[in-house]
């Protein structure tokens, strides 16, 4: 898959889970980009990323011609009550697609989506520094480093390192 113009995103369903757990796997046991425990059960990571109990989240995935999931992305309000207008978002990326578009065009979807819901912003509150790939997609579709709380991450092979507060109006 070289064109992300080829790839369709609609909203996960159950029978996707799956597809997206080999995707987030890797992702969780590398425990490089995310604060979630790595030694999740795969139970447990069912419910962080499609069973929330935010009643605002959606988890959408993006697949190729074909049907094959390739990317996938969890959007909800950061905060409840006077924060609900903010949105959040994850995205998780299957390791075979890296580097090939899918990411950027989730994300466009996903920041379209945000705005359909009536969302005035979208915040991420812990993007990894060291994740250089996913700081560089972010700062080009409008997202700038509001604060980076140094330290915050303890990275496999990084040692501690910083999480960046990233936001951008919608």
């Known amino acids: 898959?070289?064109?992300?113009?080829?790839l369709h995103v609609r909203e996960a369903t159950e029978a996707d889970w799956p597809a997206l757990w080999a995707i987030m796997e890797p992702v969780l046991r590398a425990g490089e980009t995310y604060c979630?425990?790595?030694?999740?059960?795969e139970a447990q990571a069912r419910v962080e990323w499609l069973a929330p109990s935010d009643a605002t989240m959606r988890v959408y995935v993006a697949e190729v011609p074909g049907g094959a999931v390739v990317g996938t992305a969890q959007l909800h309000a950061n905060r409840g009550g006077g924060g609900s207008h903010v949105a959040n978002a994850s995205f998780l990326v299957a390791g075979d697609a890296g580097?090939?578009?899918v990411g950027r065009f989730l994300a466009g979807r996903v920041l379209s989506q945000a705005r359909e819901q009536g969302y005035r912003a979208m915040q991420f509150?812990?993007?990894v520094e060291t994740?250089?790939?996913?700081?560089?997609?972010?700062?080009?579709l409008g997202f700038g480093i509001l604060a980076t709380v140094p330290g915050a991450f303890r990275h496999?092979?990084?040692g501690f390192v910083g999480l960046h507060?990233?936001?951008r109006e919608l």
Not at 1 to 6: F, K, T, V, Y
Not at 36 to 41: G, H, K
Request: glycine share 8%; no cysteine.
């Open 156 to 158: 496999p092979t990084e």
């Open 125 to 127: 509150n812990a993007v």
């Open 36 to 41: 979630w425990d790595a030694e999740l059960s």
């Open 1 to 6: 898959m070289s064109d992300a113009g080829a």
């Open 99 to 101: 580097g090939r578009g």
């Open 131 to 140: 994740n250089t790939r996913a700081v560089r997609l972010w700062e080009s």
């Open 165 to 167: 507060l990233m936001f």
